[in-house]
Nanobody, 124 residues
Framework: HVQLVESGGGSVTAGGSLNLTCASS????????MAWFRQAPGKEREGVAR????????YYADSVKGRFTISKDVAKNTLYLQMNSLKPEDTAMYYC??????????????????WGQGTQVTVS
């Protein structure tokens, strides 16, 4: 069982930056796909960025391309999401998720096996 714990959320003004962190309770091997999702009030959960551990490939939602960067520190079992040029529409609860096996080709939330509790990001 993998436990994921997010941190780094907060309140910022538009144009600001935040760096989210997701600490994993166990190491992730090459079959893992790690991702960040977000969910705003009244909206469905949407994928923001994902990282295919075994190949180093990254994928981004169109809405965040060029502004957000996903990365991972393998030694620390930690996933990051650097968010720059934040906009009010980025306001949401941000979740870290892990998918084991089956590649890293989807942002379908039900394809992911483990989830963190979330960290709130508010942009005004």
């Amino acid at each position: 069982h993998v436990q994921l714990v997010e941190s780094g959320g907060g309140s910022v003004t538009a144009g600001g930056s935040l760096n989210l962190t997701c600490a994993s309770s166990s190491s992730t091997d090459n079959t893992y796909c790690m991702a960040w999702f977000r969910q705003a009030p009244g909206k469905e959960r949407e994928g923001v960025a994902r990282f295919y551990i075994g190949y180093g490939n990254t994928y981004y939602a169109d809405s965040v391309k060029g502004r957000f960067t996903i990365s991972k520190d393998v030694a620390k079992n930690t996933l990051y999401l650097q968010m720059n040029s934040l906009k009010p529409e980025d306001t949401a609860m941000y979740y870290c998720a892990a998918k084991i096996g089956g590649g890293c080709y989807t942002f379908r939330a039900n394809a992911y096996n483990y989830w963190g509790q979330g960290t709130q990001v508010t942009v005004s």
